[in-house]
């Protein structure tokens, strides 16, 4: 699927600056302003982990120009490969600091931006030319634009989550579901700052540009700041875990390596985004109530407690985790660590059957991935829900027992 999309972006790309440079550009002057606005969209972009959508006002640009019909009340005559062209040589112009610095756009980044604005192009520009839209005129043809704005997005949500799908291989619904979710937020922003600067430009002319593109971009801004806001809280709920590993405690990166494979399975489970920032604070702090002990248990492992001491352990992580103003969602998954798995929710499933896979493969030696599945397996009658142990032994074999961190 991956190679499908990338073979159908680079095709669409070639075929459109081949024509573009036969024939020239038409309405240079549109042309270079909405090309410089896609490539001041670039150079402002930003990937951070909070982000879907890297650069959105170089988004708002191209679809604007896709949906371009006039300037100042004079019809443009651009077709959709000129569109594709100018969006793509403007693209590339304002990736350069960005690949100069090591951080160049991915492949799926550049393809999304080829594909998505040559639908707007191809499903706008030839109806325009020939007269479909202006027989329309009015409240019709601002409804046409929106409705056709919301089959792109439609379009760029199931292309990111195809290629999120084919790059992770994580489930494709649960992908799609968060993709379609995103377009309530930036994404509408997106949108309503491309359709309204079509119809500003034809209204006013190029003027309209800057005018309509500044509250984006000072949306864009606002979000970064939220954006650095929720890392350094992350990073702040990542330390405090850490106190159980520098009090000796538990083992070195325990907690992070429990995080991070706790959310790959809860990908796997098809967890919303929401779900899954639960999931990963909950993996972080779940041993924090051990600090309560006045000896440490060996490695960790409260597995060996009696079920009385690893509830009253569990409840004093959760009691923790209040105290420190994260979501009550997450000091319930913690408190209900100990308890049978039928009377948990699902991160709660998850968190316990991670964390004791990485205490039985620290003590399992060779061949220990296996054993300790065998012996999760062994324990779903009670400890462990078999749904869960089927989707941990699933992400292992996928990944070669190597989990990366999640996405966004």
């Known amino acids: ?20 440079l036969w024939s ?15 490539a001041l969209g670039e150079l402002t972009r930003w990937s951070g982990p909070e982000s879907r959508e890297a650069a959105p006002l170089a988004s708002a640009a191209a679809l604007s120009y896709a949906l371009l019909g006039e300037d ?82 439609l ?39 491309g359709v309204v600067m079509a119809l500003a430009v ?11 593109s500044l509250p984006l971009l000072l949306t864009q801004l606002a979000f970064r700041r939220y954006a650095a806001v929720r890392a350094t809280y992350r990073q702040t709920i990542a330390s405090l875990a850490r106190a159980t590993e520098i009090a000796g405690y538990t083992p070195a990166g325990h907690a992070r390596r429990v995080a991070v494979l706790s959310c ?22 779940h041993d924090i109530g051990q600090l309560s002990l006045v000896d440490p248990v060996p490695a960790g492992a409260t597995a060996v407690l009696p079920l ?11 009691a923790v985790v209040r105290q420190t103003g994260v979501a009550a969602a997450v000091a319930v998954v913690v408190e209900l660590q100990a308890d049978p798995y039928r009377e948990q929710p699902v991160s709660a499933r998850i968190v316990r059957a991670v964390n004791a ?39 292992l074999a996928r990944n070669g027992g190597v989990v990366r961190e999640r996405i966004g």
């Open 308 to 318: 009385e001491e690893q509830r009253r352990i569990a409840l004093l992580g959760g």
């Open 357 to 395: 896979y990485e205490e039985k493969v620290r003590d399992a030696g060779a061949g220990g991935p296996l054993r300790a599945l065998e012996e999760l397996r062994l324990g779903t009658g009670r400890d462990y829900h078999p749904e869960v142990v089927e989707s941990l032994a699933r992400v």
């Open 202 to 212: 034809a209204v006013v002319g190029l003027w309209a540009l800057p005018v309509f």
């Open 72 to 153: 100042a009340g004079r019809a443009t005559h651009h077709g959709a490969l000129q569109v594709v062209a100018v969006v793509v040589a403007a693209t590339l112009v304002g990736c350069v600091p960005h690949v100069a610095r090591g951080q160049g756009p991915t492949a799926d980044h550049l393809a999304r931006r080829v594909l998505t604005a040559g639908f707007a192009a191809i499903c706008f520009q030839p109806l325009y030319n020939q007269g479909v839209f202006e027989a329309w005129g009015g409240p019709a043809y601002v409804l046409l634009l929106v409705a056709l704005l919301v089959l792109t997005a």
């Open 1 to 20: 699927m991956r190679t499908s999309v990338h073979l159908t972006a680079a095709l669409l790309t070639v075929l459109s600056l081949g024509h573009t």
């Open 155 to 193: 379009c760029d949500a199931v292309l990111a989550a195809a290629l999120a799908h084919s790059r992770t291989g994580w489930p494709f619904g649960p992908l799609l579901r968060d993709e379609l979710r995103a377009m309530l937020g930036i994404g509408t922003a997106v949108c309503a700052t």
């Open 264 to 285: 790959a399975v809860g990908r796997e489970l098809g967890l919303s985004e929401a779900e899954l920032t639960v999931l990963e604070y909950a993996a972080l702090m």
């Open 24 to 38: 020239g550009l038409d309405g240079r002057v549109v042309a270079v302003s909405f090309g410089l606005l896609v």
